[in-house]
Every structure is written in structure tokens, then in C-alpha cells.
């Protein structure tokens, strides 16, 4: 089993900048698909950004590839999130999600085994 702990979110103006963090944490034998979807009120749940935690290979959504990085953290089961130039309707819940069974991360939402319980990002 792994558990999610996320950090960052909050409030900023138009064109500002976020960071989140997610710490992935329990049995993660050979690193796992790392990243983060979200979800804007009456929208589905769409992929931002993922990462392997071994194998590297970043994907983002459409909308934030030129705005966004994710990248490994030193501990390496722990990924941060960068926005950048954030829009408003970049405005929703942010989830972290993991999956140590994917060799490649999928911006897929039910290909994610765990979740966690997402941290709000409001741009205005």
C-alpha cells in the first residue's frame, strides 16, 4: 500500500506562480508513475503532469506543457509541481495520484492505483 501526501495550492492572481508537492510514502520496490490531475467544478479529471520516479519520461497535459514542470525530488519518491503563467481556468482541485505498476505514466485517470485527497488552486 502507499500513502500521498500532498503540500502547496492556494489562491494567486492571474499569471502568478503555484508549487505542489507530493510525497509518496509505504511499499515502493521500484519507484512508481508520480504526478498530479485535476479537476475543475462540472469537468472530468484531467492529467497535468506525471513522472516515473525511476524512469523519468515527464508527460503533461496539453494546456500546461509550456507553463508547468514537474520534477523528482532528492528523496525520490516525492515529486514538486511547478505553474507557471497560471490562467484562470488552470482553477480547480489538484489530486495527486501514483501508480507503482506502470513502466510508462498514463495521463489516464483509472490507470492511477492511489490518490490523494487533492489541495485546492483558485487562479483570479
Known amino acids: 500500500h502507499v500513502q500521498l501526501v500532498e503540500s502547496g495550492g492556494g489562491s494567486v492572481q492571474a499569471g502568478g506562480s503555484l508549487k505542489l508537492s507530493c510525497a509518496a510514502s509505504?511499499?515502493?520496490?521500484?519507484?512508481?508513475?508520480l504526478g498530479w490531475f485535476r479537476q475543475a467544478p462540472g469537468k472530468g479529471r484531467e492529467g497535468v503532469a506525471l513522472?516515473?520516479?525511476?524512469?523519468?519520461?515527464?508527460i503533461y497535459g496539453d494546456d500546461v506543457t509550456d507553463r508547468f514542470k514537474i520534477s523528482i525530488d532528492n528523496n525520490k519518491n516525492s515529486v514538486t509541481l511547478e505553474m507557471r503563467r497560471l490562467k484562470l481556468e488552470d482553477t480547480g482541485m489538484y489530486y495527486c495520484?501514483?501508480?507503482?505498476?506502470?513502466?510508462?505514466?498514463?495521463?489516464?485517470?483509472?490507470?492511477?492505483?492511489?490518490w490523494g485527497q487533492g489541495t485546492q488552486v483558485t487562479v483570479s
Open positions: 495520484a501514483a501508480s507503482p505498476d506502470l513502466l510508462v505514466c498514463s495521463d489516464y485517470p483509472p490507470d492511477m492505483t492511489y
Open positions: 509505504g511499499y515502493i520496490r521500484n519507484g512508481l508513475c
Open positions: 513522472i516515473h520516479t525511476k524512469r523519468g519520461g515527464p
